[in-house]
């Protein structure tokens, strides 16, 4: 790892730690994340990852570039990866159903896999969370097996129902809230991903990981979810 | 407390604030006040902390009641303001009787107007902000994300200050914007760099809060292909069909685009105030010369007396 600092905006730093998404990144992004928020404490404003990224934005009232570049700089010293598992480890209830999840049937028909095995392969693999994104509390997860790789719609849907599961390329997400979106859908999860009332807001923060759990649809109901159908909501 | 009710609104008028922070990491957007410049001065004639919450009034197309004596400010745009049959003009705090009206007719100079109340107007802060974010439903006068609509009411509970005008109320708007030099500025051609900083570019009609288009000679990205990263505000993105994209207040928080670079804050304030059709050119600068340039201008704020 090597990592370089690029000028972004006037307030903003480019912290460029890898050139490829790895699963690997990840201890050394929760480090480098840790360390940076210690060194600029209140002068930090906002401090946003992204898969290979973190991008710092800091005060320009309290620090001048070149001061938040020797913090950078000294944040990055002697830099450690995290162990595993410093991040929280989340548990998502799915219903996998055809009427929630119409790609299923696209995602068996491309992998050769029976629609059980994919709903197998997509539940086996605990998930990075590498970047929130696109919407509050929506989680970029991955990376999905090769075999269910699928690229995203080529119209996306213009409604997309909370709380629904899909897959873009070898990435895995959950909708926090209704919204267009062009992901292959599987499934549904009852779990509330974004919540103003919640100490930190968001479920899913960067760096935790998740494992997906086949539920039954009684045990969907049970948790809170809602089974209309995909297409029955206007 | 002092009220207002409101007979007429917009879409395009927006409780703003100066946004949210601390929350980017969770997919969270910015929000706030487009010209936050205005937005100052507007708080600045009442006294106010310069980010107290105010009214967003893009375009005109506005019109409140007092219900109650009220003391308020106006910055920004000339947007035809009337205090019922009399005209007046921004850069001032002014005085509305319980039953006078203030409606904004339609923009004579620049976009976007701001109102202000002493202390600012009352709302909840939701996710350390009262900014509205429509598409996330959050903030604004009811915490949800609702633009402000006919039939609704605004409320301060501040007192004012002393009636104050600016001497000498500055709208800058348009002409040449300021661009941080940056991101992957280096893998455009270099002819792409030539036309970026010595063509002009028309602001297209598809623009809101959350970016605006540049039209002008498409520009060329010549390097590979990007892992979505943070997008910093004013950030310049290049889509593939080589318009820009200036990104604002409601961007989205990571992308994958080629960027310039961004604007400076100074910069995206005149942006803010102009219309579809005007014309712009980019003028490239470093950041450090544009620190010095912001931390110098806001001085203005607590030099002016």
Known sequence: MKPCIEVVAIDCLMVRLFEVIAEANMPWMLAATQRLRAEFGAALVDLVPSYTTLMVHYDLTQLTPTQARELIDLALTDLQPLAQGSGQCHVLPVWYDLSVGPELTLLSRR??????????????????????????????????DEVLATPRL????????AGSVGIAERQTAAYPVVSPGGWNLIGRTPAKLFDRERDGYSLMQPGDTVRFEAVDHAEFIHLGGDDTPLEAQA | ??????????PLCLLQDAGRFGVRHLGVTQGGALDWVSMSWANWLLGNALDAPVVEITLGGFTVQAEDYCLLALAGADLGAYVDERAISPGRSFI?????????????????????????????TVLGSCATVV????????GFGKALAEGGRLAYSGTGGAMKVLAKPELQSGAS????????????SGQSLFDAFNTEWALDSRADRMGMRLLGTPLHYQGPSL??????LGAIQVPPDGQPIVLLNDRQTIGGYPRLGALTPLSLARLA????GEKVRLAPVVQEAAHRQHIKFLQRFSQSL
């Open chain 2, 96 to 124: 509305l009787q319980k039953g006078q009206r203030l409606r904004f007719t339609q923009p004579f100079n620049g976009a976007r107007a701001y109102l202000a109340a002493p202390g600012g107007f009352d709302a909840p």
């Open chain 1, 111 to 144: 992998s050769g896999l029976t629609v059980e095995d994919v709903i197998r392969r997509h539940s086996a693999h605990e998930y990075q969370v590498f970047a929130l994104g696109f919407a509050p509390g929506f989680a970029f997860m991955g990376l999905v």
């Open chain 1, 154 to 161: 080529n119209t996306p849907r213009k409604r997309v129902a």
């Open chain 2, 273 to 276: 105030q102009c219309l579809p």
């Open chain 2, 135 to 142: 598409r996330e439903a959050l903030g604004g006068v009811d």
């Open chain 2, 227 to 232: 892992i979505s990263e943070g997008i910093p």
């Open chain 2, 1 to 10: 407390m002092s009220r207002l009710i409101i007979e007429a609104s917009t």
């Open chain 2, 177 to 188: 914007l300021d661009v941080i030099i940056g991101a992957q500025i280096g893998r455009f």
